[in-house]
């Protein structure tokens, strides 16, 4: 078995776009996709269940015969996704980059950025980047 940490945002269309990039990987029947979201702020409660693009990903991963489980985290966020992919000792991370400029970057940081440069684990870049 494969397993992939998926950190899925807020964002429905970035969260389909790996939900096709894991669907895509070679052996799927043999893949297990952790969907894992992570709450920076969450004074509701709320739980990934309730995440929109989580529940998007889900049912691609799993009318693609993906294996599916789901996960979340709380605080800052490339610490919690590299938290959870020792957690649940995983072969690789997948996270969706969006288009920034590179002032972009420079002011507000990067979670994917920060995944890439910090994760001992195979990084899956998928989107715009």
Same mark, same amino acid.
């Given at each position: 078995m494969y397993t992939v940490l998926v950190a899925i945002d807020d964002d429905r269309e970035r969260a389909l776009e790996q939900a096709e990039a894991i669907a895509d990987l070679p052996g799927r029947d043999e893949v297990e996709a952790i969907l894992f979201h992570n709450f920076e702020d969450n004074p509701e409660g709320a739980s990934v269940n309730q995440v929109a693009a989580v529940r998007r990903a889900r049912e691609k991963l799993e009318d693609a015969g993906v294996t599916v489980q789901l996960a979340e985290g709380s605080g800052e966020s490339t610490e919690s996704i590299l938290d959870a992919a020792d957690d649940h000792? $995983?072969?690789?991370? @997948? *996270?969706?980059?969006?288009?920034?400029?590179?002032?972009?970057? *420079?002011?507000?940081?990067?979670?994917?950025?920060?995944?890439?440069?910090?994760?001992?684990?195979?990084?899956? $870049? @998928?989107?715009?980047?």
């Open positions: 000792d $995983v072969d690789a991370v @997948c *996270v969706a980059a969006r288009k920034r400029t590179p002032a972009g970057k *420079v002011l507000f940081g990067s979670v994917t950025q920060g995944v890439i440069l910090s994760s001992s684990r195979p990084v899956i $870049v @998928c989107g715009e980047a």
